[in-house]
């Protein structure tokens, strides 16, 4: 079975500097998606970004990227210039490419200091 | 606007007592799943469809049930409700296919059982 490990609870960044959440998975499978999740306190859960496994650029959305290393199995979230709107839980979350069971990480809550 | 619209919000019940939250979403997604949200626990999802009539169990599936009669609804029925079923419950929907296709949430819905 696959499993997500996001072994950072809470992280903590100044305002401006760049933080990078990680995330490992276990997975026997070849062809799959990882995406990384963002739920602020309003508790809405908001799509970050994705990538795909067979692409080995690593995935990026303007301050957002990614840092995929599909043999070590890892999958972190790089925030640059970070916002006081960044402040919020994230993430991590597996796809097979086969199915469409998602499976989740137990969250990183990440504060933003002013 | 695109959405997924989950009711109610807040819920607050007694052990046993039947319950539906209700799960639409506007966008003619193929894919719909729910999600308990759980502190530590991140999310786990508790059953997904595919299509109309086309249901599949997820990781927590005991003491749920769902049907999806109309590709625009997917709600999810809790029996006889217990204690340890208060959690933080998520709809999503995406469309269906082999990309790595970003879910839409609803708002969420938080249900505590006395």
């Known amino acids: 079975a696959q499993t997500v490990t996001q072994s950072q609870p809470e992280m903590s960044v100044q305002e401006a500097e760049t933080v990078t959440l990680s995330c490992t998975y276990d997975?026997?499978?070849?062809?799959?998606?990882l995406f990384w999740y963002k739920q602020p306190p309003s508790r809405q859960m908001i799509l970050v970004i994705r990538?795909?496994?067979?692409?080995?650029q690593n995935a990026t959305e303007n301050r957002f990227s990614v840092n995929f290393q599909k043999a070590a199995k890892s999958f972190s979230l790089k925030i640059s210039d970070s916002q006081l709107g960044d402040a919020a839980m994230y993430f991590c979350?597996?796809?097979?490419?086969?199915?469409?069971?998602?499976?989740f990480g137990t969250g990183t809550r990440l504060k933003v200091l002013a | 606007e695109a959405q997924v619209t989950q009711n109610p919000r807040y819920l607050i019940t007694v052990t046993g007592k039947k319950l539906t939250v209700t799960c639409s979403q506007n966008?003619?997604?193929?894919?719909m799943s729910w999600y308990r949200q759980d502190p530590g626990l991140g999310l786990r999802q508790i059953y997904y469809?595919?299509?109309?009539?086309?249901?599949d169990k997820g990781d927590v599936p005991e003491g749920y049930k769902v049907s999806r009669k109309e590709k625009r609804n997917f709600p999810l029925i809790l029996e006889s409700p217990s204690p340890n079923q208060t959690s933080l419950y998520f709809c999503?929907?995406?469309?269906?296919?082999?990309?790595?296709?970003?879910?839409?949430f609803g708002s969420g819905t938080q249900l505590s059982v006395l």
């Open positions: 999503a929907s995406s469309r269906s296919g082999p990309s790595s296709e970003k879910l839409f």
């Open positions: 966008m003619n997604h193929e894919y």
């Open positions: 990538q795909e496994a067979y692409k080995q």
């Open positions: 979350a597996y796809r097979s490419a086969g199915t469409y069971k998602y499976i």
């Open positions: 997975t026997s499978e070849s062809d799959y998606y």
């Open positions: 469809s595919m299509n109309v009539e086309v249901t």
